[in-house]
């Protein structure tokens, strides 16, 4: 069994070339397919993320794989090569452990990768490329995750702003999925907090940007509703969440436009999370009742906090994965002498009939049972111990203190006799 592993990701590679290796989820079933039958590979599984491209494959020649990988995306396999990592055996063992757990994630226990990686199982078994050693490996893999989520804090604290911002929201409001969020920009951080925040399903979203056509691109993504930064001073009353980042280099939330939010509230909790820099939400804000602001350097605090604690959890959870290396691979090393044994068992079988069909015949021809019996055990007995002991007598000086260490082990015979 030729396991091993290859790949590249966010810390190998750039986004640019990731993009370009990267496996369509639609067309994932006939790549594993043709991987299989034009790349040397007896089972495959192909893990496809916006932060990784790894495949996990069966195969005798790792490099038919890779210049499979080339040939596939109609690369030169020296533009992919600089970036790819290839990973023999245990290595490979180690990593698959190391990213379901999420140690190698950008966001240190980010728990996204093992769902990925369990829709990366299951499309190799709809393709009929997951044979029995791939399948050993991933139920394995996803047990260790289990084991290091659980014995753990890795995945406990927060780490992203996005995260931390949810959090805290959900200190203040006991549901999120009750309340109205408003998201005031549309760059990469807005995107990201509006992930994270509907997947608590709010009760409604809203993105304001200063143009309307990038707002509705956003608020699309999550059934939501897109105005102009000009409709603020009516639309801020209405929502209990806001989250805002823009480039402005002034405030877009000032004092008096918040009063007057929180008045036609009837002072109802106002959460207000603002990643700006400079700020967008006025300092003074701060000093209102009922009005919760918290800036990206206090967000920078949770997500620093989670981060320290996470990194004490990564020695527990190396230690979790190394064991679980090893059982695996003893595993593995069991599975390489099963044919083997099999063989040893049919020359056994073989000898066995041979001696008892002997023993039938002459019990037909009325002879002695006892005399049988005693022909047959020593008949046995000959043959099993013919390999060894003219093996004994034919091996090398050099070889045979090895080679009798062996046969004590065998058979238990004392160094003695």
């Known amino acids: 069994m030729q396991l091993f592993a290859f790949g590249l990701n966010h810390q190998t590679a750039p986004l640019n070339v990731r993009e370009q290796v990267a496996f369509n989820v639609d067309g994932m079933e006939n790549a594993l397919r043709d991987l299989v039958d034009k790349g040397g590979a007896k089972e495959a599984a192909i893990l496809s993320t916006c932060n990784r491209m790894e495949l996990y494959c069966n195969a005798e020649q790792p490099d038919q794989a890779i210049d499979w990988l080339a040939q596939y995306h109609n690369m030169p396999?020296?533009?992919?090569?600089?970036?790819?990592?290839?990973?023999?055996?245990?290595?490979?063992?180690?990593?698959?452990?190391r990213v379901a757990s999420g140690l190698d994630s950008m966001v240190l226990g980010e728990p996204q990768i093992l769902g990925q990686m369990k829709q990366a199982v299951r499309q190799a078994e709809q393709a009929g490329t997951m044979g029995f050693l791939l399948h050993k490996l991933f139920q394995r893999t996803f047990s260790v995750a289990k084991d290091v989520r659980t014995q753990t804090e890795i995945g406990a604290n927060l780490v992203s702003m996005a995260a931390a911002a949810v959090k805290l929201a959900e200190r203040i409001f006991p549901s999120i999925s009750e309340q109205k969020v408003l998201f005031i920009g549309a760059g990469e951080m807005i995107e990201l907090n509006a992930v994270y925040f509907a997947a608590k399903s709010p009760k409604h979203i809203t993105v304001a940007n200063r143009t309307l056509e990038r707002a509705e691109t956003l608020a699309q993504r999550f059934n939501g509703h897109a105005i102009t930064l000009t409709d603020l001073p009516e639309q801020l009353a209405?929502?209990?969440?806001?989250?805002?980042?823009?480039?402005?280099?002034?405030?877009?939330?000032?004092?008096?436009?918040?009063?007057?939010a929180l008045k036609a509230r009837k002072h109802r909790p106002l959460f207000i999370v603002d990643l700006a820099v400079p700020r967008d939400v006025e300092a003074e804000v701060a000093e209102l009742d009922d009005v919760f602001l918290y800036t990206v350097d206090d967000i920078a605090e949770v997500v620093k906090d989670g981060l320290d604690a996470r990194q004490g959890a990564v020695k527990e959870a190396e230690v979790i994965i190394d064991s679980g290396v090893v059982d695996f691979i003893h595993w593995m090393e069991s599975r390489e002498?099963?044919?083997?044994?099999?063989s040893l068992r049919d020359h056994a079988e073989r000898n066995r009939r041979h001696e008892l069909e002997k023993a039938l015949r002459l019990l037909a021809k009325g002879e002695s049972p006892e005399k049988i019996l005693e022909a047959m055990s020593n008949g046995l007995t000959n043959k099993f111990l013919h390999a060894p002991t003219h093996a004994l007598n034919q091996v090398h000086s050099g070889d045979r203190e090895k080679f009798l260490e062996v046969i004590h082990r065998m058979y238990h015979v004392p160094s003695e006799e």
């Open 77 to 97: 396999r020296t533009d992919i090569e600089p970036y790819l990592y290839t990973l023999p055996r245990e290595m490979a063992v180690k990593h698959s452990f």
């Open 238 to 260: 209405l929502h209990d969440i806001i989250v805002t980042c823009t480039a402005s280099q002034l405030p877009i939330l000032g004092k008096g436009m918040v009063e007057r």
């Open 337 to 342: 002498v099963v044919p083997t044994i099999r």
